[in-house]
C-alpha cells in the first residue's frame, strides 16, 4: 500500500518545491502561505492542489486550506522537512 501511494505522490511530488508543498499542505496553512514559505507563486500551489486532488491525495474541506488525505511523508523527504520547520522558526 505505502509503495502505492509513493508512486502517485512521486506524479505530482516531482520537484523539491512541490515536494514542500505537500509537506505543508496540513489543512492549516492557506495556499498562499504555501507559496511564501515555499517561494512560488501561489498560482504554482494551486496547480500541485489541483493534481494531487485529481490523484485524491489531498483535499479541501476549507477553501484554500488544503490537506493530505493520507498524513504520510517519505522518510527520505526529510531534510526538506527540516528546512520547511526551520524557515518558521525564523
Same mark, same amino acid.
Given at each position: ?54 490523484? @485524491? ?18 522518510? @527520505?523527504?526529510?531534510?526538506?522537512? @527540516? ?8
Amino acid at each position: 500500500m505505502r509503495n502505492l501511494i509513493k508512486e502517485e505522490l512521486e506524479k505530482i511530488a516531482s520537484t523539491p518545491e512541490r515536494k514542500k508543498m505537500w509537506i505543508l499542505c496540513n489543512g492549516a496553512i492557506s495556499t498562499s502561505e504555501i507559496a511564501k514559505k515555499v517561494g512560488v507563486s501561489t498560482r504554482a500551489v494551486q496547480y500541485f492542489i489541483r493534481d494531487a486532488q485529481r490523484l @485524491e491525495l489531498i483535499r479541501v474541506d476549507k477553501r484554500g486550506f488544503p490537506r493530505r488525505i493520507i498524513d504520510w511523508i517519505p522518510s @527520505e523527504w526529510q531534510k526538506l522537512v @527540516e528546512s520547511v520547520s526551520n524557515k518558521d522558526k525564523r
